[in-house]
């Protein structure tokens, strides 16, 4: 046997709507996302005992490589944390493209919820794009899941954090979104953690171009200037 079939038992809805601005790693913004179950895996009792644990695995499936299926095996990649410009092995790295299309990430557990016929499992914390397949969940055990004095190598540390900053224009477009109830506090927090951590690429470092960024119902502008995000516009996206 060279190939395994597995099953999708459920899907994840997150704000993140698009690849580019989602953590490189899970944890380094608590979002708040779901994964809605399918049958015959929404069933409740497959939940039972799981408000126990704290923290969850989350196995899945990068749904959203283009041609993954057609490319050959690349032994080496260039990982972002490194500047995009140099190469290591693909099993050194989580690199999205691999053998197996699969990831792996650590989550908070909120709660498991019945929503009308649906089983919803609440999380915090995912790296996950809305609508990536759920293959498995399992529970995070502290003791043997935590290794200390585990060694990280160039990944050691926690990326660095840029301070977020608004305009005035995208200042009064907050302030009008908020008024309307179209966009809560929550959301904006979670925006401004994710545009801390920088989401360009590596390579990129023009502190003239304006990027673009989906975001829950948002449409983001902003520029980056050395230790600075400035959003220069937002619009509410009417879905």
């Known amino acids: 046997m060279t190939e395994l079939t597995l099953p999708i038992i459920g899907y994840m809805h997150s704000p993140?709507?698009?690849?580019?601005?989602?953590?490189r790693q899970p944890n380094l913004v608590q979002v708040e996302s779901y994964i809605e179950m399918t049958g015959?895996?929404?069933d409740l009792l497959a939940f039972e005992g799981i408000e126990e644990f704290s923290h969850l695995w989350l196995v899945w499936q990068f749904h959203d490589n283009k041609n993954q299926q057609s490319q050959q095996f690349r032994p080496q990649v260039r990982?972002?944390?490194?500047?995009g410009n140099k190469k290591v092995g693909v099993f050194a790295t989580r690199s999205m493209y691999r053998p197996a299309s699969i990831g792996l990430s650590v989550v908070k557990l909120k709660e498991v919820r019945k929503v009308g016929k649906s089983i919803r499992v609440y999380v915090n914390g995912s790296d996950l794009l809305d609508?990536?397949?759920?293959?498995d969940i399992k529970?995070?055990?502290?003791?043997?899941?935590?290794v200390i004095d585990?060694?990280?190598?160039y990944a050691q540390d926690e990326p660095s954090r840029k301070s977020v900053m608004w305009s005035?224009?995208?200042e009064q477009q907050k302030k009008l979104l908020l008024e309307k109830g179209k966009i809560s506090e929550q959301v904006?927090?979670?925006?401004?953690?994710?545009?801390?951590l920088d989401p360009r690429p590596a390579y990129q470092d023009d502190q003239e171009r304006v990027y673009g960024m989906k975001f829950a119902d948002l449409d983001v502008r902003f520029l980056v200037r050395e230790l600075s995000v400035y959003i220069s516009e937002i619009e509410y996206i009417e879905l």
């Open 16 to 23: 993140y709507k698009e690849k580019f601005g989602i953590p």
């Open 40 to 42: 015959p895996y929404n």
């Open 79 to 83: 990982p972002p944390r490194l500047g």
């Open 131 to 135: 609508g990536t397949p759920i293959v």
């Open 139 to 146: 529970p995070y055990i502290q003791y043997s899941d935590a």
């Open 150 to 153: 585990a060694q990280s190598g």
């Open 168 to 170: 005035k224009d995208a």
């Open 188 to 196: 904006l927090q979670e925006l401004e953690a994710v545009l801390s």
